[in-house]
């Protein structure tokens, strides 16, 4: 221990008489590793953690596969079907969001997420309330009174972390609710909601007319000793049985369960690990730039080693010596990075993409701290090692010789000509990698959207269906909202649209069929998406009319006849060969469901062709 403390005040004395040198090796330590801790403590918090539940591994996603593979929501009935027919889970529960609007006396209404679950969901996932209660079993059943669980940051933000919330009645979409309880801060799925609400199914959602209508997710819980896969293969039996029940509406639908980390983590692995890998091969670089600086402070210590090995220091020593000198400036950068990363992390968290999930759960934790401590013994190994190994060289004669005429032997050029080559390679693979990224990235912003951005601004608005519980209302609202704002100073169009473009809220899958065209069957249908708009709404988003006419205020009564614009890629697709303009065209509003029977049905006349 006394050889080690007296190793550790000649390194230190020997590094604060360099002042230069060990600014500039700590300092690029601390970027390179403060940056790999960054990244090690995002790829942590989102990608390895264990999700806050009871039994992690136990809890899955229930969707419905389509036959191209794509993950679908589940209809109503299906997921009543997989619930009660399926044996391989302790319980299922379906969950949706909606937004609603709250409002207090005295204040303005306020926009909120809402999650529609089940009352099983929180004993599913384990979950219990901070204070008060989650929801207890019949509470999702028709005529149950109205109760709510508010998340842990609407209860801290908007009302002040008051516990006798709880009891309380709040007004969201003109009904009243009792709050029931808190949900704890480490609940954070579904995502971006701030509030729970139980899942009472509407009479339409379990008309068996309604089986297409495809609306809502699940969870579940598997038995214990039941694989995820092989819950899977029991909703894909039962999938198959009611496709031959309901062809119609269940011809190319499965059914499919993952694991529910998969599914709240979805595709942001891919990208962490890339950008952790870059990192690395600047941790690499760092370190290649600190070895070749040791390498050229070597050079000028040689006759210092050869004067200690005179004096009876051995190889080992000296090795065990200028290693512990290595050994000081890595935890030195380990320390000074540890200060970045959490710096960092804490922007990051701040003002992240909004998309990255489980961002709230990213801090610096001991694991991280453990991994930083890994880093700067490897990094001290890979850096502090060569010119240790090239100082501890026994031939005193030799040294001196070197340190008289000033220059050193070759092997100590060949290897710091190895750490240039290295430097270089691993800098022309992170620049060719990031021009790679600036090209996708500058061809993606040339890319035409379709409409012109420029000048236009856009706001949700939610229509409470306790007050706006039929079209006709929602379209006065709409017409209401168009006329008002039109005569604001500065204003030139005005168009309302069931959800903006690049979203995926507000599109209606559909069937459709055309006048002429031979029906399609169960087996083989047309499908195409809804948008539905107001007139204005064209000229508002600047997107260009192709050919015929845009849709007029007259024919975006309800009474009025039916007329339809579609898009080039929709003609592209479905109209290779002919004009569409003048063709009746039959769609259901009915969610994957096929055009047959008493469905609610439309039909409108294409009048126009617009840009994609």
């Known amino acids: ?115 529609q679950v089940g009352a099983p969901f929180f004993d599913l996932l384990g979950v219990t309330a901070q204070f008060g209660r989650t929801f207890v079993a019949g509470e999702d059943k028709p005529g149950a009174p109205r109760v709510v669980v508010l998340t842990d940051h609407v209860w801290r933000n908007q009302y002040g972390a008051d516990q006798r919330i709880v009891g309380r009645s709040i007004n969201l979409d003109g009904q009243i609710y009792t709050v029931a309880g808190v949900a704890p801060a480490s609940l954070t799925f579904p995502a971006d909601v701030d509030l729970y609400i139980p899942f009472v199914f509407e009479p339409w959602q379990l008309d068996p007319q309604n089986r297409g209508a495809h609306s809502h997710y699940a969870i579940a819980r598997v038995k214990e000793g039941v694989t995820v896969a092989s819950a899977s293969n029991e909703l894909a039996t039962i999938a198959k049985r009611l496709a031959q029940q309901y062809p119609e509406s269940n011809t190319g639908f499965g059914g499919k369960a993952t694991p529910l980390q998969e599914r709240i983590i979805g595709k942001s692995d891919k990208p962490l690990y890339a950008m952790f890998g870059a990192v690395v091969l600047v941790l690499l670089i760092a370190c290649a730039n600190v070895a070749n600086l040791l390498l050229v402070r070597a050079s000028g210590r040689e006759s210092e080693m050869a004067v200690r090995t005179a004096l009876g220091a051995g190889r080992r020593r000296i090795f065990r010596q200028l290693v512990t000198e290595s050994a000081l400036l890595s935890v030195a950068g380990a320390v000074a990075g540890a200060a970045l990363a959490a ?72 290897t710091r000509s190895a750490l240039v080559i290295a430097e270089m390679t691993l800098a022309v693979v992170l620049l060719v990698g990031a021009g790679l990224l600036i090209r996708s990235f500058v061809r993606l912003i040339n890319v035409d959207p379709g409409f012109n951005p420029e000048r236009v601004v856009a706001f949700n608005l939610s229509a409470p269906s306790t007050k706006y519980q039929y079209e006709r209302h929602i379209r006065a609202l709409a017409a209401t909202i168009e006329e008002r704002m039109r005569q604001m100073p500065g204003t030139r169009e005005v168009g309302v649209t069931l959800g903006r473009p690049m979203e995926n809220s507000g599109l209606i899958r559909t069937t459709f069929e055309v006048d002429g065209w031979t029906p399609s069957t169960p087996q083989k249908r047309h499908v195409s998406q809804v948008h539905m708009t107001s007139p204005g709404y064209f000229k508002a988003m600047g997107i260009p009319l192709i050919r015929g006419r845009y849709y007029t205020d007259a024919e975006n009564r309800a009474e009025a006849p039916h007329v339809v614009v579609v898009t080039q890629e929709f003609v592209r697709l479905h109209f290779p060969n002919e004009d569409p303009i003048g063709k009746r065209v039959k769609y259901g509003i009915i969610h994957d469901t096929a055009a047959t029977g008493g469905q609610a049905q439309v039909q409108g006349e294409i009048v126009g062709i617009v840009g994609d």
């Open 343 to 414: 710096w960092a992390v804490a922007a990051v968290v701040a003002f992240g993409p909004s998309g990255l999930p489980r961002l709230s759960e990213v801090v610096i934790d001991g694991k991280v701290l453990a991994f930083t401590g890994g880093l700067a013994v490897l990094t001290a190994m890979f850096f502090g090692i060569v010119p240790a190994l090239h100082l501890a060289r026994p031939d005193i004669a030799q040294m001196l010789r070197e340190s008289v005429r000033g220059s050193s032997k070759g092997g100590t050029h060949r």
């Open 1 to 115: 221990m006394d050889t080690l403390l007296q190793d550790l005040r000649y390194a230190a004395r020997k590094l604060f008489h360099a002042p230069g040198f060990t600014f500039v090796a700590v300092t690029t330590l601390a970027l390179a590793i403060g940056a790999t801790t960054a990244i090690f403590s995002i790829i942590n918090g989102v990608l390895l953690k264990p999700i806050p539940f009871r039994s992690p591994e136990q809890l899955v996603f229930v969707s419905s596969a389509k036959s191209d593979g794509l993950t679908n929501p589940l209809s109503t009935t299906d997921f009543l079907d997989y619930r009660d027919q399926s044996k391989s889970f302790v319980g299922m529960a379906a969950t949706s969001t909606q937004t609603m609007n709250v409002t207090s006396a005295g204040s303005e209404p306020a926009r909120v997420q809402a999650a």
